[in-house]
Structures are given as structure tokens and as C-alpha cells.
């Protein structure tokens, strides 16, 4: 399905796993275990507490891309709203000058200010950034600020 996803040839996606579990040697292992939890289980339970049950019937190829797959959607989002949170608590005491928080979509958060720099989407950005699970795995993203959504200038 990755293949399919990036529209690409199965080999090269094959490529694109090796060298990604190349970076994060753990990951590997890491969806194996959930994997056999899961199967042993029929649950899974993120370092955040959200728990997913998983059917006992049904494809099992099926059960174990989403044994692979919830876990780590279900942390982003988790990551996502934590920096949300701490972007939410540095507005309400002022620290992020005139600026308010207007909405999210997926893994976007989007805050209004009267801010004229790029320091606001800085700030948030650090924000998203910061340590959530002791560094386990690095958290990266994205800042830009602009007048419109035509004039978005990457920080």
C-alpha cells in the first residue's frame, strides 16, 4: 500500500522502509512487539493511555497494519494536541503578545496575532518541538507566518 500511496514501484518502497528502520532501528521492533500484543491482547495502549481494542475476528493482515499503523497516528495526534496545550497556556498568560488561537486541522494548529515577525510561529513551533516522551523519537515541525494564506513565509 505505500507503494500505491507514493506512486512508486513496490521495490522502492521497500527501499524507503529498510532505510527508514535503517534511521530508527527500534521502530522495527518496536511494531513487531505491538503487533504480537495485539494478537495476544486484542488491545494496544499508548504511552498517552488511549487504548484501542481490536477485533479478535476478521483479516489478520488487515488487524496488523492497524496494530502498526493506530499507534503511532494515535500518538501524533496526542504530541499535537500536548503542544496545542502548552501553545494555549503561553497565550493565556500573555507571552505570545496579542495573539489568540483560532483552530486545528489534522496536525496543523493555526493562532491569529497582531505580531508583525515570524516570533509567534517560532514560539509555537519550539512549542511543538519540546521534549514529549524523553526524546524517544524526535518531533518536527513546521512554522509560517503571513498576512494571508497566499503570503505564508516559512520561519
Known amino acids: 500500500s505505500l507503494a500505491l500511496e507514493l506512486n512508486t514501484t513496490v521495490v522502492h518502497a521497500v527501499e524507503l522502509q529498510d532505510k527508514f528502520f535503517g534511521a530508527y532501528s527500534r521502530g522495527r521492533e518496536w511494531i513487531n512487539e505491538v503487533q504480537q500484543q495485539v494478537l495476544r491482547d486484542g488491545y494496544f495502549v499508548t504511552p498517552f493511555c488511549r487504548t484501542l481494542r481490536f477485533p479478535i475476528a476478521g483479516d489478520k493482515s488487515s488487524l496488523m497494519r492497524d496494530a502498526a499503523n493506530w499507534p503511532v497516528q494515535s500518538l501524533a495526534s496526542d504530541i499535537t ?5 502548552r501553545i494555549h497556556d503561553r497565550i493565556k498568560v500573555g507571552e505570545l503578545g496579542d495573539t489568540r488561537m483560532l483552530l486545528t486541522v489534522h496536525d496543523s494548529i493555526l493562532v ?5 515577525t515570524g ?7 519550539n512549542e511543538m518541538e519540546r521534549d514529549v516522551l524523553d526524546g ?8 509560517k507566518y503571513g498576512k494571508s494564506w497566499g503570503e505564508m513565509t516559512d520561519c
Do not use: H
Open 136 to 143: 524517544y523519537v524526535p518531533f518536527k515541525a513546521d512554522a
Open 119 to 125: 516570533e509567534i510561529a517560532l514560539a509555537c513551533r
Open 81 to 85: 494536541l500536548t503542544g496545542l496545550l
Open 112 to 116: 491569529e496575532t497582531k505580531e508583525d
